[in-house]
Each structure stands twice: as C-alpha cells, then as structure tokens.
C-alpha cells in the first residue's frame, strides 16, 4: 500500500542530473528527506506545496529511503512535446512517454529494426547495481580510453536519474552513456528490451564494452528463486544469443551478515548456474587465504556449464581507490565500503581487468 503525505519544500540539498534531493516540511512527521525527478514533476523550488509517497521512508530503506516527490500540484510542469510512445512504468500514476531507440520515429529505427548481431562485443554482467564503478575501475586501468555503455534493466529502481553514480561516473569521462530497457527509463536511450539495449549500445552508441546490471534498489527475499538478481542469467543469455561474448561478474562477499552471500553469493550460483543457458566466461579472482580457497570451491560448481578462468588481483585495490578519488564515486554496496567488504570490489574490478584483456 502507498503512503500519501502533504508537506512544503523547505530547502534543495543538492542535484545531480535527472534528480534534486530535497529538505521537506512533512504534515505530522517533520522535516525529511525527499527526491523529486524534474522530467516527470516539474522542479520543486522552497515555499512549494508537494504531494509525496512516503511509503519508502516509514520502511526506512537504506536504498531509496527518501519521500518521493510525486507532484507539484500548484505549479504542473508542461505538457510533453515531440516523437515517442513507449510508455515507461505502464499504468500506474507516474507512467511516462519516452522516445524508444527501438521505435519506429527513432533516427535509430533504421540501424536497430535488423540488427542480429554485437559483432563479438564484450557485455559485462553482474547483480548489483554496486559493480558497477568496480567493474569500470578494473577495465579502464587496463585499458584506459575503453568506451563503455551502461544497459540497466528494470530489477531495481526504474529511474536511472536515482544513481549518483551514473552522473558522477559519465562526468568523469569513466562511463559514455546508459541504456535503460524494459521499465527503467531516464537513460541516454530507451530501449524496450535487453535485447535492443544491448544493440544499442554497440550500433548506436558505439560501445567497446557493454556492462548489464541493475539498478539501485534490487530486491531479495531469502528464498531460492525470489531475488531479482536472477536477471543476471538472463542477460548472459541475450548477449549469447546476439553474438556477443558474455562475462559473468561474480557476486563476492566476506562481510555481509547473510550466509548466503558469504563466499560466493547465492544469486550468483543460481543466475549464473541454473539461469544462463549459454556459457559464459566467470572471472574468478585470486583473493589468496583460506577464503580466496572458498571463492573459488564456492565457484567450481559454475564449471560444467561456464568457462572459469583465475583472475590476479594485484593492483586492483589501488584501482579502485584511485577510481574512488578520481571519479568521485563512492566505491559502497549494500551499505560497506571499500575497506569493509573488500573482495566484493575485488572480484567485480576482476570481471573488468579480464575482459580488457579479451582480444
């Protein structure tokens, strides 16, 4: 069920592109947190009368724990102008309309209505949304100047315009565009499947390396099959199937409190084990020490189906601080941080430095 509250813009925090973080007056409940997306409500400027959803703030979620700004009712944005009928987040109060790359009024129409093929293109995948930055950190310090596109579909948090990291990532130069597929939106192209993401990304924008994740905000409920990482399965299967060269980025942990996840986690062997149809490559990363030895028993169980192939991790932790440094991004996942959960950084910057090194 939702929870509607009424409340006043009291401040702007900050803002990055797509998204303006917000001090808010909420009637009975104080000042909070709220994000507003100026595409689909406007800019709420202090003084304004907001409507909110606070449903994820009395959760208290740690992804995404803010009062969602759902109109400014006295001051509507203007109508939307110009070509596009996808329709994103489909029937619900916030549905939008964007412009497909995939459509037929897309420039990109022509190049994307028979396109087959990635032309052996690398495609990056991974569970998290957290991989990300790691991911690129451990490619670009092995090939610096790699273009790589971003494909994020809709298991986690339908608006790209929510990730910090895409912003900070694209104005460091470390990322060149996202794609954002299915029900996600607020990408530099839209497309309505993996699939077309995927050609979109190489035809269009042109990637040398194409990494799929989620987006912040996955979903897991303890249970086998209930987790919306299983995703990561299936985008091993769409780059196979369109003649790209699919990686498999391991989900790692030695910190989180979930046994599950210890070692290699759970989504991992079940996306990559018993989703992925087609074989792919899984770096696994040499991480030394009893539970280095874990990671990689933990991951034998991918090697009937999936090409394992040891990755050194000598480096890469100065990588990823540089990258912390350097792009201004915050190198955290499931609220640790670099230092706090080591190997998980560790193995996705594995996943990047082996497929710099793909031919």
């Known amino acids: 069920m939702i929870r509607w509250r009424k409340g006043t813009v009291i401040g702007i925090r900050r803002e990055w592109p797509g998204a303006v973080e917000l001090d808010v007056e909420i009637e009975g409940d104080g000042a909070r947190r709220a994000l507003a997306y100026p595409a689909l409500v406007g800019r709420p400027e202090p003084g304004d009368s907001v409507l909110l959803n606070t449903t994820a703030l009395a959760m208290g979620l740690g992804t995404g724990g803010y009062a969602m700004v759902v109109a400014v009712p006295d001051r509507l944005p203007p109508d939307p102008s110009g070509p596009g009928h996808l329709v994103k987040a489909r029937y619900t109060p916030l549905q939008a309309t964007v412009l497909g790359a995939d459509e037929q009024d897309s420039p990109h129409h022509a190049i994307l209505r028979d396109a087959d093929s990635l032309g052996g293109a690398p495609v990056v995948v991974a569970d998290l949304h957290s991989a990300l930055p790691p991911i690129l950190a451990g490619l670009l310090a092995a090939r610096p100047g790699t273009r790589a596109v971003y494909v994020m579909p809709d298991g986690g948090a339908l608006p790209a315009w929510f990730s910090m990291s895409i912003a900070r990532l694209k104005e460091a130069g470390a990322l060149a565009a996202t794609v954002t597929v299915g029900q996600a939106f607020g990408g530099d192209l839209e497309a309505v499947t993996v699939h077309t993401g995927l050609l979109a990304a190489r035809l269009v924008l042109g990637a040398d390396v194409i ?145 710099a090194a793909l031919p």
């Open 211 to 355: 990494i799929v994740a989620q987006g912040p905000g996955n979903l897991g409920t303890g249970t086998r099959w209930g987790f919306s990482g299983v995703s990561a399965g299936e985008a091993i299967n769409a780059a196979a199937v369109l003649g790209g060269r699919p990686v498999g980025s391991l989900r790692v942990s030695e910190g989180d409190a979930r046994e599950r996840h210890i070692g290699v986690s759970h989504h991992s062997l079940t996306a990559y084990g018993r989703v992925a149809l087609a074989r792919a490559v899984i770096p696994v990363p040499e991480l030394g020490g009893e539970f280095g030895q874990r990671v990689a028993a933990d991951a034998a169980a991918l090697g009937d189906r999936h090409e394992l192939v040891p990755v050194a991790v000598d480096g890469l932790h100065d990588a990823l601080s540089r990258a912390e440094k350097d792009w201004g991004v915050r190198m955290s996942t499931m609220g640790r941080r670099l230092e706090e959960d080591l190997p998980y950084f560790l193995a996705a910057a594995a996943a990047g430095r082996h497929t």
